[in-house]
């Protein structure tokens, strides 16, 4: 099957007026990372997703953060939106469905991926925190609304239980990566899982 055999990789470059980005990402890595996006919680944040999603990541992101941390994150998550869709091609070949229940001490989370280039969040993993250090909470959303845009994932988040803020949002990244490895993992099939022939 020559498009299981295809390298599922991808270099996205973004410059704004806001940002200066540089993102590659091989879906099929050990988990090996360098990000550097200029926002620390962010970088811890990707650097699970990438580890428990067994993905090679690399990011250099600068942005203007003295502003706040509002475009940089949105921008980074369009950059790994756009990767995904771009690594994965037409989407041939793949499980497409992933699904995941993440623990995090008191916290759990399930995440719900469908790779079927209709993009649609549904997000309900509300923290009370309004900051983690220096990171505004209400971005993560901001984030994994721009990776489905760009990515064609509708991808469904709900946090089932859970208290502290930092634990919610790790759940989810933790889950986020292990749903999509999933949904990604190569099947003997060709094109599309879809009786429509293509998504």
Do not use: W
Request: charged residues 25%; hydrophobic residues 40%.
């Amino acid at each position: 099957m020559a498009e299981n055999n295809k390298a599922r990789k991808s270099k996205i470059q973004r410059k704004t007026a806001e940002t200066d980005i540089s993102l590659e990402l091989d879906l099929d890595g050990n988990g090996v990372y360098k990000i550097e996006s200029g926002v620390p919680f962010l970088d811890h944040m990707l650097t699970l997703f990438t580890v428990h999603g067994f993905f090679d990541l690399t990011l250099h992101a600068t942005g203007d953060t003295a502003v706040d941390d509002h475009h940089t994150v949105e921008d980074i998550g369009i950059c790994l939106g756009k990767a995904i869709g771009d690594a994965l091609g037409e989407k041939g070949g793949i499980a497409r469905y992933g699904s995941c229940y993440l623990p995090m001490d008191e916290t759990l989370v399930r995440v719900v991926v469908d790779i079927s280039n209709r993009p649609y969040l549904h997000y309900e993993a509300g923290v009370v925190e309004q900051k983690l250090g220096t990171f505004d909470t209400a971005l993560a959303k901001e984030f994994f609304r721009a990776v489905v845009q760009h990515a064609g994932l509708t991808l469904h988040i709900d946090l089932l239980h859970g208290e502290n803020g930092h634990h919610i949002i790790e759940a989810v990244f933790k889950g986020f990566g292990r749903t999509l490895r999933g949904a990604c993992q190569k099947i003997d099939i060709e094109g599309a899982l879809s009786s429509k022939g293509s998504l």
